[in-house]
C-alpha cells in the first residue's frame, strides 16, 4: 500500500468516498506513519454546540487538498505515509466515557509508533489526548493556538470543559510550561485574574496585538524554538477572526488571519512533532465551508510541520 490520496486526474476532487485527503482507509497497525482520524465529540461546549459533526465536513472539504508544499518545496505525502483510520469512538451523552475512550484509542496509536492528527471536537477532547501521551513520552511540550487560554476554573460545577483543559494538563503534569507557547490570544477576558495561572506557570504568550505590532517575518523569526523533546500541537480553530472561521463555538472578534497561522506553522522549529488536533470547529455555524477549509489548511500546514523534523522520540 502506497498510503497515498486518490489521484485527483483519474477521480475529479467531488467525486469518491470522503476520507481525510483522499487517503486509504487503514487500520492501526498498518505500515504508515502518521494516522489523522476523527474525534467527534462536543460535550464539553459552553455555548454554541456542533463540533461533533467537524471530521464529517473537514473529510468533505479536504478533497480539496493538494500534496506540494511550495512554500517548502516538499511533496508532503511523498514523504509521509498518511492514512485516515476513521474516528475515535465517543459517547455523546457521557464525557467522562468519551475520556476513557480518547485515552485508549491514542494509547493504540502511540504503542504502534503513530504520529496522529485528530480532527475535534470540543477543545474538551485535548485533555485525554495529553493524559495517553503523557503515559508513553512524559510530560509533552505544547504549541497551543487559540483565542482563549484554556486555563478557566469549573463551570456550573464541573471541572472539566473547553476552556479548562489547558489547566489541568498543566496540574497533572502532562504539559511542560517552559516548553510550551500560545498563540492568538486576546480579550475580553472575564477579569484581570484570568491571566494569573499562565503568569504564575510561564507559559509564553504571543497575542494577536504582539503578532500584529510588527512585520510577520519578524514575528516568526522570533518564535521559540522546540529542539529536543516530544512535542504536541493544539490548534483551536478559533485563534482565527471569525471573518475565516465563523463557524466555531465561541467566536472572538480580532484574530489571526488564514495567511498568518499559515506563516507561524512554517515557521515553528519543532525536531519531533509526535501529534497534533485541530479543535472547534462547528458545520452547524459555518458559512460556505470556510471554517472546514481553514480546518483543512491548518491541517496541511501541521503536517508538513511534522515531515520537516520527522524525528521519532
Ligand atoms: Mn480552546
Not at 25 to 36: G, P, Q, R, S, T
Not at 112 to 140: E, M, Q, W
Not at 253 to 281: F, S
Amino acid at each position: 500500500m502506497e498510503y497515498k490520496p486518490l489521484s485527483g486526474r483519474d477521480f475529479p476532487r467531488f467525486s469518491g468516498i470522503k476520507t481525510f485527503f483522499r487517503l486509504p482507509i487503514a487500520n492501526i497497525n498498518e505500515d504508515f506513519d502518521v494516522a489523522l482520524f476523527g474525534l467527534p465529540f462536543d460535550g464539553g461546549v459552553s455555548y454554541r454546540p456542533g463540533a461533533r459533526f467537524a471530521p464529517t465536513s473537514v473529510r468533505d472539504y479536504s478533497s480539496l487538498g493538494r500534496s506540494f508544499s511550495w512554500s517548502r518545496g516538499v511533496s508532503l505525502f511523498d514523504t509521509l505515509r498518511c492514512a485516515d483510520i476513521g474516528d475515535c469512538p465517543t459517547v455523546p451523552i457521557s464525557r467522562e466515557q468519551t475520556y476513557a475512550k480518547i485515552e485508549n484509542f491514542v494509547t493504540q496509536l502511540t504503542a504502534a509508533k503513530k504520529k496522529f492528527i485528530s480532527v475535534g471536537g470540543d477543545h474538551s477532547t485535548t485533555l485525554p489526548i495529553l493524559r495517553a501521551l503523557k503515559n508513553t513520552y512524559g510530560p509533552v511540550g505544547l504549541i497551543h493556538f487559540d483565542a482563549h487560554l484554556d486555563t478557566y476554573p469549573a463551570a456550573w460545577g464541573e471541572e472539566f470543559h473547553h476552556g479548562s483543559f489547558l489547566r489541568h494538563a498543566v496540574e497533572e503534569g502532562l504539559v511542560d510550561p517552559t516548553r510550551s507557547v500560545q498563540l492568538g490570544l486576546r480579550g475580553p477576558l472575564a477579569g484581570g485574574d484570568d491571566l494569573d495561572f499562565v503568569r504564575k506557570h510561564k507559559i509564553p504568550r504571543f497575542t494577536v496585538d504582539d503578532i500584529r505590532s510588527k512585520p510577520l517575518a519578524e514575528v516568526c523569526k522570533n518564535l521559540p524554538k522546540f529542539p529536543q523533546g516530544p512535542m504536541y500541537l493544539s490548534y483551536d480553530i478559533d485563534c482565527l477572526d471569525p471573518v475565516y472561521a465563523p463557524g466555531t463555538g465561541t467566536p472572538v472578534p480580532g484574530g489571526l488571519t488564514t495567511y498568518e497561522t499559515q506563516h507561524l506553522l512554517r515557521a515553528l522549529d519543532v525536531k519531533t512533532l509526535v501529534g497534533a488536533d485541530i479543535v472547534e470547529i462547528s458545520p452547524p455555524f459555518d458559512l460556505a465551508g470556510l471554517t472546514a477549509l481553514a480546518g483543512v489548511d491548518a491541517a496541511f500546514e501541521i503536517l508538513c510541520l511534522m515531515a520537516s523534523g520527522h524525528a521519532t522520540p
